[in-house]
């Protein structure tokens, strides 16, 4: 499917691939992982030639379709359903045509196409897309203007993935979706047909979905079949044999060079000395390990308080008089508690956490806490409001007046930014070290509760696991919230759920809980079928009887019809009815082409009839 040979590309001086090389089998689920900064969505560009190489090749297999998600959030008036379909443009190109195609045979041709992609099921194909990225059924008639740019992004995604490309490029799809998104990404990504190339940091994502590792070090490219805990484990042991070959080369090299400094002098050892320093010519020079640079951070333990930290009774919170978000409060949180809350965005999770952490006042009931107690709050927006034109050193210094230099650049220390990263413009660090920024910040006076809403989306796999360490070895509370279920498996020893305008305590594990989020669109689903068929009034207005019946009588003729076309299509498959010359063969296509037509015309004849009786049938309803 894809084929990089001998890839070299450099910006701004600094050469991000040299010679790199890799192939990707066709149906192959890969993940590229590497340092930020190592260049993996440069080489997503480079692929879809957004970038060009300063030398080398990349090879897609001919024909091949590449599909990639948009940079921009699609907008306007046109609802997220009718987004999501019209991003196959191939299909609306085919349905345009078999409006306006006169000519029979063409008209075949047409209507050969779209049973090929399965154009009959293109409506229930992106419905079932945009629910499992979070929109239910009224969402998706609404018009993508009325949602935000994040929810906006998740149908960009959603076009993304309905198109249903041959390649396809993922660069961190995880960024805007919440937990219960990230879940049915997996589940997608694992059956999809096709190939998928995949940058993210997301370790579970990375073990549940993709079946090769690109590991992107040292401007090159190697990959590793298996997911990433088996990538790591290789890679763990390829460091380990590489160290002790150069222990072992270097201990050789030195006896060497012990021998022909002892003997050299010597008439009687010259030959063999003389040999020596041959053999040690032609072991060449050592190829050393660059060793990943990692690092570690921690957050300062705060003065204990007697518990609880805070207590929460019969509360309502929101953000307008008599319409709270949040009801029914009744919690407990102390000193070694560690919370993850659960819950589809829009539920109230960032509701809950500025209600714990005063930005919001509480609307009704009691919320009891201890007059000392001090809170740490991270979120995504307060990126941000960094100053750009500041540096981590003056973000810390106008935190800390009349506190000697040397002291907050110590403060700085304990969030691994050395006297180099500590000048730096906000502008010129990474997302991650801005995060890293942001976490020195918001612990700076030790606080009681550490409140983190989504803390990992610029952190890399090391990052973060820096993170879940920082966060282990803290003796606070903490509450996540975080679509990050490595986070939340590794950190989190309590599980509270954000549902129907309420938070309580979720007695299950997460995967009790992805089994229970990936059932309950499909449990809906049944759930709104058996209303249909059997919450209905007993004494039925006669008319909508006779409606449905003559609905159903409809539904029968469609089915049929469109079991005879699926065996007209496969007859007309067979490559003896276009043998040239042959005039059985063309008299059989001409038959079958015109008998097929006229079977397509009488379906799309039932099928406008069908609706119109629907139409009717709701009106009743």
């Known amino acids: 499917m894809l084929q990089i040979q001998d890839l070299t590309y450099r910006i701004a001086g600094k050469t991000l691939l040299e010679d790199a090389s890799a192939r990707v089998p066709a149906g192959h689920k890969v993940g590229i992982v590497g340092k930020n900064g190592a260049g993996k969505s440069t080489l997503l560009k480079l692929i879809t030639g957004e970038l060009h190489a300063d030398a080398g090749t990349i090879q897609i297999r001919r024909h091949a379709k590449l599909g990639q998600v948009a940079q921009e959030a699609p907008g306007g008036k046109t609802s997220l359903l009718d987004t999501v379909l019209e991003a196959d443009h191939e299909l609306q190109s085919l349905l345009k045509a078999a409006e306006n195609e006169k000519r029979p ?66 660069d961190e799809p995880t960024n805007y979706l919440d937990l219960e998104g990230v879940m049915w990404l997996e589940n997608f990504i694992k059956n999809y047909p096709y190939t998928i190339i995949i940058v993210s940091h997301d370790r579970d994502l990375l073990n549940s979905s993709v079946t090769a590792i690109l590991h992107l070090d040292d401007q090159k490219l190697k990959l590793y079949t298996g997911d990433y805990d088996n990538f790591e484990k290789l890679r763990r042991e390829q460091l380990s ?86 009801r029914h409060l009744n919690l407990r949180l102390d000193m070694d508690d560690r919370i993850a809350l659960l819950g589809q965005n829009g539920n109230g999770k960032s509701t809950f956490a500025k209600l714990i952490s005063g930005r919001l006042d509480i609307m009704n009931g009691e919320l009891n806490k201890s007059s000392k107690l001090d809170v740490g709050y991270f979120a995504q927006h307060q990126l941000d409001e960094l100053n750009p034109e500041g540096t981590p050193l003056s973000h810390l210094k106008e935190r800390m007046p009349n506190i000697p230099e040397s002291r907050v650049r110590a403060k700085l220390g304990a969030f691994s930014f050395g006297a180099d990263k500590a000048s730096t413009r906000v502008d010129d660090l990474s997302g991650g070290e801005k995060a890293r920024l942001l976490f020195a910040l918001m612990s700076l006076d030790a606080p009681h509760i550490l409140i983190l809403d989504e803390p990992t989306n610029h952190l890399d796999v090391e990052s973060r696991e820096a993170l879940i360490h920082a966060i282990n070895g803290y003796e606070g509370a903490v509450i996540m919230i975080s679509h990050d279920r490595h986070l939340i498996e590794a950190c989190a020893d309590r599980l509270w759920l954000v549902h129907d305008g309420t938070v309580t305590p979720y007695d299950g594990d997460m995967e009790d809980y992805k ?5 309950a669109r499909s449990a809906s689903r049944k759930k709104d079928k058996k209303q249909a068929t059997t919450g209905k009034v007993k004494s039925e207005d006669p008319a909508l009887t006779a409606l449905k019946k003559q609905s159903e009588k409809l539904d029968k003729k469609i089915k049929q019809l469109q079991t005879e076309i699926a065996k007209y299509d496969r007859a007309l498959k067979n490559p003896k009815l276009y ?37 009717n049938i709701d009106e009743f309803e």
């Open 105 to 170: 045979e063409k008209i075949a041709d047409i209507h050969l196409r779209l049973a090929d992609i399965d154009s009959h099921t293109a409506e229930a194909r992106a419905a079932s897309i945009l629910s499992g990225l979070g929109f239910d059924g009224d969402a998706q008639r609404r018009p993508c203007s009325s949602f935000s740019g994040g929810w906006r992004m998740r149908v960009a995604l959603a076009c993304t993935l309905f198109t249903q490309p041959d390649l396809l490029l993922l």
């Open 241 to 326: 044999h590489r160290r002790a070959s150069i222990v072992k080369q270097e201990a050789a090299q030195k006896h060497l060079q012990s021998f022909i400094d002892r003997f050299k002098a010597k008439a009687s050892k010259a030959k063999q000395a003389q040999s020596r320093v041959k053999m040690l010519e032609k072991m060449g020079p050592l190829d050393s390990i660059i060793e990943d640079k990692t690092f570690s951070f921690e957050f300062p333990n705060p003065k204990p308080l007697a518990p609880p930290l805070f207590t929460l009774d019969k509360g309502e919170v929101g953000y307008t008089a008599g319409h709270p978000v949040l």
């Open 515 to 519: 089994k229970l989020i990936l059932n």
């Open 579 to 615: 043998v040239h010359g042959d005039l059985k063969a063309a008299a059989a296509l001409k038959k079958f082409t015109a008998e097929k037509l006229d079977m397509t015309l009488d379906l799309e004849e039932f099928e406008v009839e069908w609706l119109e009786l629907q139409e």
